[in-house]
């Protein structure tokens, strides 16, 4: 079948019932895409399907047949870092890093959607990706400074 | 084993095959059942995604408000007239996992897979809901009370499937309100309510109180509906409530104290509703 990642198409074979982390991570070797528990529960493999987030370990590959799927491997460009990854980093919102991919994923999503979401806001949209080192209060301050960041670009335009 | 994956693209497509597939499942989000097939605990045969058939997923609130039972959670929580008619079940639904999940998982699949736990029965059932079931070319309703039997366990027959859930306009001056605890956010419930009141002056016109988790099933408390009255702080409810359900004790919580929470979130669920009615201030 053929699918749509990160903007280039791929060809793979897939078996019926195989989810989408497993295409990912053992057809594709695309292994920036994590499984924690691979039940739907802590969100390390979270990705975008058409924008929106999603536990990839419950997605069946097969369902994702014309949609537009978006992993980690696809957000930053070849010599330059996503904002949000930016963030992560010069917030030191990283410890092991095994959620990382799963939290900037959201946090890419969240942003897309509310250019300046509240405190709150972020709470919420980021509550299913579970961080077991407890970074949680930078990677609060992470996602909050990008917001911040674009507003004041916006208004120094 | 043989076993593969079907995207039928229309009601009748989708009735046809599962009544030539034996061992076969219908899947939409797939957050309950990809679960369940990945710890092994279930095994079909066949899987049908109802997901590309466009009419599950639509939400048409011009009179009644009927909802597909394949929309999604997100979208569900999202529309306008549900936030603002149905606030209840919005309630329920910004409680209801996590924003992957909801993005999801679709709110047919909530009650098709009947946890007594199912986080948008309480309100649904305080809303009179009754679902929309095809059977072949043949559709009928039953009321949401009838649909759920038990642990897993609806009124579908073998291949029919879950159309629709639609929901009366709650009358003028309806206040309603869903409440739940668990452990942490991202679990299940140990116990939620759902109430919706309308008050004339002091007087009750019209009361209703559901419980989930602390039954086979989510259920309404009419025994404590009958006795529910704004003039004692609801006491009577609440104790009434204690008694018409049967919690158990597992892994989240104990029967006893599943007991004593109803009780109390009986009291604020029909005190939150009281107020959003707008006819009795909490603070009176
Ligand atoms: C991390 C996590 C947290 C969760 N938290 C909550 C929570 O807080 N509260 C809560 O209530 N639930 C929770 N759930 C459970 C689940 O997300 C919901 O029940 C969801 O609404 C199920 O919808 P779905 O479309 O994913 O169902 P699916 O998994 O696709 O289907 C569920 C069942 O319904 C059947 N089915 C689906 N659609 C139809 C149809 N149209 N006709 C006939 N049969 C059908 C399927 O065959 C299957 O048996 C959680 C799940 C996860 C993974
Ligand atoms: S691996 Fe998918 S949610 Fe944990
Ligand atoms: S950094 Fe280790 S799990 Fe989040």
Same mark, same amino acid.
């Given at each position: 079948?053929l699918?749509?990642?990160?903007?280039?198409?791929?060809? +793979?074979?897939?078996?019926?019932?195989?989810?989408?982390?497993?295409?990912?991570?053992?057809?594709?070797?695309?292994?920036?895409?994590? +499984?924690?528990?691979?039940?739907?529960?802590?969100?390390?493999?979270?990705?975008?399907?058409?924008?929106?987030?999603?536990?990839?370990?419950?997605?069946?590959t097969?369902?994702?047949e014309?949609?537009?799927?978006?992993?980690i491997?696809?957000? $930053?460009?070849?010599?330059?870092?996503?904002?949000v990854?930016?963030?992560?980093?010069?917030?030191?919102?990283?410890?092991?890093g095994?959620?990382?991919?799963?939290?900037?994923?959201?946090a890419?999503?969240?942003?897309e959607?509310?250019?300046?979401?509240?405190?709150?806001e972020?709470?919420?949209?980021?509550?299913?990706?579970?961080?077991?080192c407890g970074?949680?209060?930078?990677?609060?301050?992470? +996602?909050?400074?990008?917001? $911040?960041a674009?507003?004041? $670009?916006?208004?120094?335009r | 084993?043989?076993?593969?994956?079907?995207?039928p693209? &229309?009601?009748d497509?989708? &009735?046809?095959?599962?009544?030539?597939?034996? !061992? *076969?499942?219908?899947?939409?989000?797939?957050?309950?059942?990809m679960?369940?097939?990945?710890?092994?605990?279930?095994?079909?045969?066949?899987?049908?995604?109802?997901?590309?058939?466009?009419?599950?997923?639509?939400?048409?609130?011009?009179r009644?408000?009927?909802?597909?039972?394949?929309?999604?959670?997100?979208?569900?929580l /999202?529309?306008?007239?549900?936030?603002?008619?149905?606030?209840?079940?919005?309630?329920?639904?910004?409680?209801?996992?996590?924003?992957?999940?909801?993005?999801?998982?679709?709110?047919g699949?909530?009650?098709? !897979?009947?946890?007594?736990?199912?986080?948008?029965?309480?309100?649904?059932?305080?809303?009179?809901?009754?679902?929309?079931i095809? !059977?072949?070319?043949?559709?009928?309703?039953?009321?949401l009370?009838?649909?759920?039997l038990?642990?897993g366990?609806t009124a579908?027959?073998?291949?029919e499937?879950?159309?629709a859930?639609?929901?009366?306009?709650?009358?003028?001056?309806?206040?309603?309100?869903?409440?739940?605890?668990g452990?942490?956010?991202?679990?299940?419930?140990?116990?939620?309510?759902?109430?919706?009141v309308r008050? !004339?002056?002091?007087?009750?016109?019209?009361?209703?109180?559901a419980a989930?988790?602390v039954?086979?099933?989510?259920?309404?408390?009419? /025994?404590?509906? *009958?006795?529910a009255?704004p003039?004692?702080?609801?006491?009577?409810?609440?104790?009434?409530?204690?008694?018409?359900?049967e919690?158990?004790?597992?892994?989240? *919580?104990?029967?006893?104290?599943?007991?004593?929470?109803?009780?109390?979130?009986v009291?604020?669920?029909?005190?939150? /509703?009281?107020a959003?009615?707008?006819?009795?201030?909490?603070?009176?």
């Open positions: 079948m699918l749509t990642i990160n903007g280039r198409p791929h060809d +793979v074979h897939v078996e019926p019932f195989e989810s989408l982390a497993s295409t990912l991570r053992e057809r594709l070797q695309m292994l920036g895409t994590k +499984v924690g528990c691979d039940r739907g529960e802590c969100g390390t493999c979270t990705v975008l399907l058409d924008d929106v987030p999603v536990y990839s370990c419950l997605v069946l097969r369902s994702c014309g949609r537009r799927i978006r992993t491997e696809g957000v $930053a460009t070849a010599n330059e870092l996503h904002p990854q930016r963030a992560f980093v010069t917030h030191d919102a990283v410890q092991c095994y959620c990382t991919p799963g939290q900037v994923m959201s890419i999503a969240l942003l959607q509310h250019a300046l979401p509240s405190d709150d972020i709470r919420r949209s980021m509550s299913g990706n579970l961080c077991r970074c949680y209060p930078k990677i609060h301050a992470a +996602v909050k400074s990008v917001a $911040a674009a507003v004041e $670009a916006n208004d120094d | 084993m043989r076993y593969s994956y079907h995207r693209a &229309s009601l497509e989708a &009735s046809d095959m599962a009544a030539a597939l034996p !061992n *076969a499942r219908f899947i939409q989000g797939g957050t309950d059942l679960v369940r097939i990945g710890q092994g605990r279930e095994r079909p045969g066949h899987l049908i995604s109802l997901r590309r058939i466009g009419e599950l997923t639509t939400i048409d609130a011009n009644e408000i009927r909802i597909g039972a394949g929309a999604t959670l997100s979208d569900t /999202a529309h306008p007239d549900i936030r603002r008619r149905l606030p209840a079940l919005a309630q329920s639904l910004a409680a209801l996992g996590s924003r992957q999940v909801r993005n999801m998982g679709t709110i699949g909530n009650l098709c !897979n009947a946890s007594p736990a199912a986080d948008t029965a309480p309100p649904l059932l305080v809303y009179d809901a009754r679902v929309e095809r !059977n072949g070319r043949a559709i009928r309703c039953l009321p009370a009838e649909f759920l038990g642990p366990k579908l027959q073998a291949g499937i879950l159309v859930i639609v929901v009366p306009d709650p009358p003028e001056g309806t206040g309603s309100a869903f409440i739940r605890r452990r942490v956010t991202m679990d299940l419930a140990i116990a939620s309510v759902a109430a919706s008050l !004339n002056g002091g007087a009750s016109i019209a009361i209703r109180v989930g988790a039954a086979p099933t989510p259920r309404r408390l009419t /025994a404590a509906e *009958a006795v009255t003039t004692d702080d609801w006491s009577r409810a609440a104790i009434a409530a204690r008694e018409q359900i919690p158990i004790t597992d892994l989240r *919580a104990s029967a006893e104290y599943r007991r004593h929470l109803t009780g109390i979130l009291r604020r669920a029909l005190t939150m /509703a009281a959003a009615s707008g006819q009795w201030s909490i603070d009176r």
